[in-house]
């Protein structure tokens, strides 16, 4: 059974960082596509980042280009979501997920595990 599970969220100040994680488990994490996804409060849930089974391929979406960087260490079955220049408008719960294959995807409708999410709230 694949679980994933992310950590890091919390409360910031605007400009602040925060640096979320999602363990794997159940699986060979290696193999799989990996990506972030957001959900603000009465919004739909919207792609944030995403990066191939290596690592050597990877999406930002325009809104966090240059603040947000996705990255994996295989060998910990772990993915991270580094968040710098935080804004009110990043507040949301972040969710980690992974594909059937080993490429990057845009669309939610692609991955087909999900973790339980991790509250970001960014203070103005």
């Known amino acids: 059974q694949v679980q994933l599970v992310e950590s890091g969220g919390g409360l910031v100040q605007a400009g602040g960082s925060l640096r979320l994680s999602c363990a794997a488990s159940?699986?060979?994490?290696?193999?799989?596509?990996m990506g972030w996804f957001r959900q603000a409060p009465g919004k739909e849930r919207t792609f944030v980042a995403a990066?191939?089974?290596?690592?050597?391929?990877?999406y930002d979406a325009d809104s966090v280009k240059g603040r947000f960087t996705i990255s994996r260490d295989n060998a910990k079955n772990t993915g991270y979501l580094q968040m710098n220049n935080l804004k009110p408008e990043d507040t949301a719960v972040y969710y980690c997920?992974?594909?059937?294959?080993?490429?990057?995807?845009?669309?939610?409708?692609?991955?087909?595990?999900w973790g339980q999410g991790t509250q970001v709230t960014v203070s103005s």
């Open positions: 159940g699986r060979t994490f290696s193999r799989y596509a």
């Open positions: 990066m191939s089974w290596s690592g050597e391929n990877t």
């Open positions: 997920a992974q594909t059937r294959g080993p490429t990057w995807r845009y669309s939610a409708g692609d991955y087909s595990y």
